[in-house]
Every structure is written in C-alpha cells, then in structure tokens.
C-alpha cells in the first residue's frame, strides 16, 4: 500500500500528461514558455484571483509575498507553530521575527482568538497555515488584520481547491500562496508553487521579484530573487488540472469512507461547517502514538506524522519562542497521525487501513471491510 499512489494518478492520467511533456520539448521554450500563461490564468479563473504568479516552489511563493509586502528586518509576522518549517523559514529569512500563536485544538489550524494579543507596533502581517487540506478561520482572521492595518498571507500548500465561505482557498485574502510539491492535492514532479492576489500593484511586484527584480530585461528596479517556476512544471500541472474536480470528488469520497468507519471510535481533526477540506492528509488523534503508528507498520499499513516537533520548538527557531509557549500545539504534536490518503485510494484498503488502526488501539473490531 502506498501512503500516497503517485504512480497511479501518472498511469491514470499519463496520455494527457506525456503529450503536454512533449509539447514543451517540441517548442524548447523551458524558461517561461507559454504554457507558464495558461496555467496562470486557468489557476486564477479556478480561484477566483484576478492574478495568479507561479514560482518555483511554495517556500518561494510566501519568500515573494512577503518581499513585495516589504517586510524586513525588525518587523513581525504572527504564524502557526504547528506545520512544515518553510511557513516560519521564509520569514527569518528576511530578517524579520516570526511570532507563534498557539493552535486550536479541533482544528490544529492557528486559534485566532489569540492572535490580537501578541500584536505589536511592529507586526506586519498574519500568515495562517490551511493545514491537513482545510482553511483556519480566515474571516476573524481577516477581521482582526483589518481593525490593526495587517496584511494576511494563507499559507495554502496543502488545502489547493479547498472552500471556506464558498470562495475557493488562495483566494481568502491578500495574498494566498499554494505548493505544487509532487504530494499535494494539486501537485508536479518535480518543485513548483502559486501566489494569487486581486490586488494589481502587488502582482506586479511578484512578478519582477521572481525574475531577479527585473521590471524589463537587465532593468532591475526592486531586489528580486530567481523564483521562477519553469516550463515543464507548469505542463505538468496544467495536465493533472484537467482531472482536479475529479480527484477532489474521489479524495472526499476516501475520507467519508474513513469517517464512516472511525466515527465514535478514533478521534479526528475537526472539519467545521463553513469550509472543505482537500484532504492533503487524512489525519487522525491517538493516544499512545509512536506505538500505534510501529503497529501499523507491522501490518504494512504506511503512515506519516504531521508534525512531530512544533517549530517553537525546532533548534534553529527556539531562540523566537519561549518553550512552553504554545501547549496545544505541543501536546498535538504528540497525538497527530495521518493514514494513507489520495484520489485513487480503494475502500477495500482504507477498510485495512481502518481495521490496523482499530487494533492498534483496541478501540473496535478487527474487520473494517465495507461491503
């Protein structure tokens, strides 16, 4: 069994994505051809975003934003404790402090209401993770970032073709940044990432901080970077966008099956109401977690933790952050443990999946299979 079965989703899609691939080496134009164009406007159209700018991965999409917002040295930007390390490292690498409020325990996503009191004079913007496939609260966040004049990044790389409110994820607020990392929902093979935004004065700003700042060619009016997402990736993505709304059915398709078959037995993550989920992982609350995720790798069931240690925590970041700082994410990083998940994942494995984990906790029957 596979944690997550790219090699099905290639075979699945493989004409389509063989002949964008051969387009590409047919014109030559791997740097900035033009299907760079068409994946921006088709991913801006899905969005809703009037501009989309992809970049060579979902690090350098929230490096860029942050760049054209002109954060620095000495300002503040509040984030999560709880998700990968490059939601923290974009900002130290601007010199500027990464601020961590503590999570909401139902939903492991940032708690906003926590947020207004670690807001200082020198905050510049809120960068929310929309972890495991789903927004955080984007509405009070969106609010509390009006009231003190913030900008707010979502950290979408995970959560591509999620809904919170009925608007599409990456279009949430000013700035929403995606990961086509090979794993995502929405994914390439090899790097690559989006920044969307309806606000045309800072697309412009990505767009020339992306090409080394360069306004026109060897023109370089702002510091830039080479953020650049290149031709092949782009046909790539472009390729697996024709099968999106179906994958997106089939993900929450697995994920009801799980639901179906761990209710009342195996706590979850909280998925409210007013959003979706894409299901980046399908992650479940144990107990006892190390233990039960050896069990499961004993019955050859694939599992991943996401994320064992919180980044207040991490050596290279602790200096931000005073230990004990944010408990919840602390004690969930203990707990959180994400089962295999994907489009082309069948109920008779998620029913295997189910019956390993159930032993594992002596929380229900062996026999999970769904007739």
């Not at 002949?19 to 033009?34: C, E, F, K, N, S």
């Not at 923290?88 to 010199?95: C, F, H, K, N, W």
């Not at 409110?165 to 929902?185: H, Y």
């Not at 920044?195 to 023109?219: C, K, N, P, W």
Request: charged content about 20%; proline content about 5%.
């Amino acid at each position: 069994m596979e944690f997550i079965d790219l090699k099905a989703q290639y075979q699945a899609g493989r004409e389509n994505i063989n002949a964008r691939i051969q387009a590409v080496l047919d014109h030559g134009q791997y740097i900035m051809g033009p299907e760079v164009d068409e994946l921006e406007a088709r991913l801006a159209a899905f969005t809703g975003a009037r501009h989309c700018i992809t970049v060579s991965s979902g690090t350098e999409a929230l490096l860029i934003s942050l760049m054209a917002l002109g954060v620095k040295a000495g300002d503040e930007v509040i984030t999560t404790p709880f998700s990968f390390i490059a939601t923290a490292e974009a900002i130290v690498l601007l010199g500027a402090t990464p601020v961590f409020v503590d999570i909401d325990p139902a939903t492991c996503n940032i708690d906003p209401t926590l947020i207004e009191e670690n807001i200082t004079q020198r905050t510049r913007a809120i960068m929310p993770v929309s972890l495991y496939g789903q927004p955080a609260d984007m509405e009070a966040i969106n609010a509390i970032a009006y009231r003190h004049g913030l900008s707010v990044i979502e950290d979408a790389a995970q959560s591509f073709g999620a809904t919170y409110g009925g608007k599409r994820s990456c279009n949430l607020s000013a700035i929403g940044c995606t990961s086509f990392f090979p794993s995502k929902p929405l994914g390439c093979y090899g790097d690559g990432g989006a920044i969307f935004t309806s606000d045309a004065g800072l697309a412009t700003a990505m767009r020339e901080i992306r090409v080394h700042g360069q306004s026109q060619r060897y023109v370089h009016t702002r510091i830039g970077v080479g953020g650049r997402m290149d031709t092949l990736q782009c046909a790539i993505v472009l390729a697996k966008l024709d099968n999106f709304d179906w994958e997106l059915k089939q993900r929450a398709r697995a994920a009801a099956s799980y639901d179906a078959l761990l209710s009342g037995k195996i706590g979850k993550v909280a998925r409210p109401r007013d959003r979706s989920s894409v299901f980046a992982q399908y992650t479940v609350v144990v107990d006892e977690r190390d233990r039960v995720r050896a069990a499961l790798h004993e019955a050859g069931i694939p599992t991943a933790v996401h994320y064992p240690v919180p980044m207040h925590l991490q050596p290279a970041y602790a200096r931000w952050s005073a230990p004990d700082s944010a408990p919840v994410a602390q004690a969930m990083a203990a707990r959180v443990l994400s089962l295999p998940m994907g489009p082309y994942l069948d109920d008779d494995s998620i029913g295997q999946v189910c019956a390993a984990l159930l032993r594992a906790t002596g929380s229900g029957a062996a026999s999970c299979r769904q007739d």
